[in-house]
């Protein structure tokens, strides 16, 4: 256990935006109603792939919307339907002309396909490279939690991304606990997490530690541990969040929080009276 890795979080693909203006609503036109109305139906995985007989209908938006609700409904059963191979030719040749949220909803869906194709994910790894600095980091966590757990040689990705999140002090303040979680679990699962990036992502999330779950407090702790830390403080607000949380322990939290502490925090350390232990037992924290 102690060299597992940390299971992935649940990531979600995004819905539309519902803030689109009503100039770009027109736009997209009666067809993207058709497909969010088929996918709502009765027999949803079957009426979106019926969509797909007349792809001059689709508009990059309309074609992702329908990819994102085939991967959430019917997963990576579908993908020997010929519907699911005429969107995801329409997606290949269309995907620069979808914004973030499009991007990171075709990663999720590619993710939950498990389709290691590489021309999809090659475009949506120059675009989200080229693009990270105006990305938003809930689109960015998505995107990367895909290609963590589907197309894990492109490191290049992480590389460049890497540079542009860790400044974004204000953004994170904005982003929610499940963004920030998804994008340390990217990172670690890449094996390439740093602490310039978990520093400025832990310390936000310990200024909203009593609303941390227990699990996202465990997955921070994992984080910790992948980069060997010595931040203490940041550290131990953690472990207190992980005790005081009111959801239940899971066996495999429990052993990835001791799996942690017990690199973090050496057993002979921990029974010498230094100074973690002094300072867990200030919290009213015994061990």
Same mark, same amino acid.
């Given at each position: ?53 007349? %792809? ?10 329908? #990819? ?40 999720? $869906? %590619? ?12 475009? /949506?790894?120059?675009?989200? $490279?080229?693009? $990270? ?14 290609? $963590? ?15 542009? /999140?860790?400044?974004?002090? +204000?953004? %994170? ?39 941390? +779950? ?41 052993? #990835? ?12 350390? %921990? ?7 002094? +300072? ?8």
């Amino acid at each position: 256990w102690a060299g597992s890795e940390r299971p992935a979080p649940t990531v979600e693909g995004r819905r539309e935006r519902p803030d689109r203006p009503a100039k770009v609503r027109q736009r997209l036109g009666t067809f993207q109603d058709e497909v969010l109305d088929a996918a709502e139906s009765d027999a949803p995985v079957e009426a979106l792939l019926s969509l797909t007989n007349d %792809m001059s209908r689709f508009q990059p938006v309309s074609a992702c919307t329908a #990819f994102h609700r085939l991967a959430k409904l019917g997963g990576a059963r579908v993908r020997d339907h010929v519907g699911y191979r005429r969107l995801k030719h329409y997606l290949r040749k269309h995907l620069r002309e979808l914004d973030s949220l499009g991007q990171a909803n075709v990663a999720w $869906a %590619m993710a939950m396909f498990r389709d290691k194709e590489h021309t999809i994910w090659d475009g /949506i790894e120059f675009v989200t $490279a080229f693009e $990270a600095r105006r990305t938003p980091l809930k689109d960015i966590s998505i995107i990367l939690w895909a290609v $963590a757990i589907t197309q894990p040689q492109r490191s290049d990705l992480f590389r460049n991304i890497e540079r542009s /999140i860790a400044g974004r002090h +204000k953004e %994170m303040r904005r982003s929610s606990s499940q963004s920030l979680i998804t994008i340390l679990w990217s990172f670690g699962h890449m094996d390439m997490l740093t602490e310039r990036l978990v520093l400025p992502i832990a310390l936000e999330l310990t200024r909203r530690s009593d609303r941390l +779950k227990r699990r996202d407090a465990v997955t921070l702790l994992w984080a910790y541990k992948k980069t060997v830390t010595k931040d203490t403080d940041l550290i131990l607000q953690v472990v207190a969040r992980c005790l005081q949380a009111t959801d239940a322990w899971t066996c495999e939290d429990l052993l #990835f929080a001791t799996s942690a502490l017990s690199m973090l925090f050496p057993a002979e350390a %921990m029974s010498c009276g230094v100074q973690p232990r002094e +300072k867990l037992q200030a919290c009213g924290l015994h061990v």
